[in-house]
T-cell receptor, first 111, second 113 residues
């Protein structure tokens, strides 16, 4: 089944404790993205990647890191999480920027 | 970057009614997408529609790129249509996506039985 998977689905952590949210797609898509969704602010892009080792900043990259060492994986790294990073996070992929397929979401709470 | 505005912000319908959701964008695009976020938070792509009209069951979408808007039509609405509808366009003027999208604020649709 073609899909985008994210793990974990739910995470509660504390300020400053490094964490990684994994994202994987099995559709051989070139483009992958990370978004965060906050009430009243909608969906905002954090980072995107157009291919292996090619990444660029989205609208709200501060406090996040990404890497794209393999085509199928695009992990999101929070080196030192803060409470303002409490949000619902989505990973998405597309062939070349066309139809976007979203993962199920990761609900992160930073205390 | 491009600005994307959706209207109306909220819409309440009785089951069986028809509705039209609108998405305006500030510059020409070659990539316009509609998404549905169901009450459980799942985001589903409805249409990839840079221009013209597409139909999928009770849903259809039309994009008039030259006039910078897109419409999503929902006919004979059902309670399962409830949720938030987003449109998204490429961030860059000129419409080349390169994976960087700007989303509208969404239309919250509630369909009552």
């Amino acid at each position: 089944e073609a899909q985008v998977t994210q793990n974990p689905r739910y995470l509660i952590t504390v300020t400053g404790k490094k964490l990684t949210v994994t994202c994987s797609q099995n559709m051989n898509h070139e483009y992958m993205s990370w978004y965060r969704q906050d009430p009243g602010l909608g969906l905002r892009q954090i980072y995107y990647s157009m291919n292996v080792e090619v990444t660029d900043k989205g609208d709200v990259p501060e406090g996040y890191k990404v890497s794209r060492k393999e085509k199928r994986n695009f992990p999101l790294i929070l080196e030192s999480p803060s409470p303002n990073q409490t949000s619902l996070y989505f990973c998405a992929s597309s062939f070349r920027g066309d139809t976007q397929y979203f993962g199920p979401g990761t609900r992160l709470t930073v205390l | 970057g491009i600005q994307v505005e959706q209207s109306p912000p909220d819409l309440i319908l009785q089951e069986g009614a028809n509705s039209t959701l609108r998405c305006n964008f500030s510059d020409s695009v070659n990539n316009l997408q509609w998404f549905h976020q169901n009450p459980w938070g799942q985001l589903i792509n409805l249409f990839y529609i840079p221009s013209g009209t597409k139909q999928n069951g009770r849903l259809s979408a039309t994009t008039v790129a030259t006039e910078r808007y897109s419409l999503l039509y929902i006919s004979s609405s059902q309670t399962t249509d409830s949720g938030v509808y987003f449109c998204a366009a490429p961030f860059n003027a000129g419409g080349t996506s390169y994976g960087k999208l700007t989303f509208g604020q969404g239309t919250i649709l509630t369909v009552h039985p």
